[in-house]
């Protein structure tokens, strides 16, 4: 049975950090790329970083110098540290795979019905 679960989120002041995780099952993590995705209140969900299976990542603009993607196959894991988090990154974050061995969705569009997705943990950044 596949499961993609996704732990770490929390309230964090502005400014603080946090680390995700995404632990998979049920396939091989060393033969998929893995990204991160996140969706804010009454907005769309957007592609946050990725990691290709040969390490390669990618990041959206607003992610860029201040999160960080890396993936442990050994451990099934996946994680996203998220440094200088501000308001504007609170929201569900979820870990999922389109099951290419290739990063496609951050800078683009995509179709989550190609993905597979886990259940998200919510980041909260205030005060």
């Known amino acids: 049975q596949v499961q993609l679960v996704e732990s770490g989120g929390g309230l964090v002041q502005p400014g603080g950090s946090l680390r995700l995780s995404c632990r998979i099952s049920?396939?091989?993590?060393?033969?998929?790329?893995m990204g991160w995705f996140r969706q804010a209140p009454g907005k769309a969900r957007e592609a946050v970083s990725c990691?290709?299976?040969?390490?390669?990542?990618d990041y959206a603009d607003s992610a860029k110098g201040r999160f960080l993607v890396s993936r442990n196959n050994d451990k099934n894991t996946v994680y996203l540290e998220m440094n200088g988090l501000n308001p504007d990154d609170a929201a569900v974050y979820y870990c999922?795979?389109?099951?290419?061995?290739?990063?496609?969705?951050?800078?683009?569009?995509?179709?989550?019905?190609?993905?597979?997705w886990g259940q998200g943990t919510r980041v909260s950044v205030s005060f």
């Open positions: 999922a795979t389109d099951w290419k061995s290739w990063c496609t969705a951050v800078g683009g569009t995509f179709e989550p019905t190609d993905y597979y």
């Open positions: 049920g396939f091989t993590l060393e033969d998929v790329a």
């Open positions: 990691i290709g299976v040969d390490g390669t990542t």
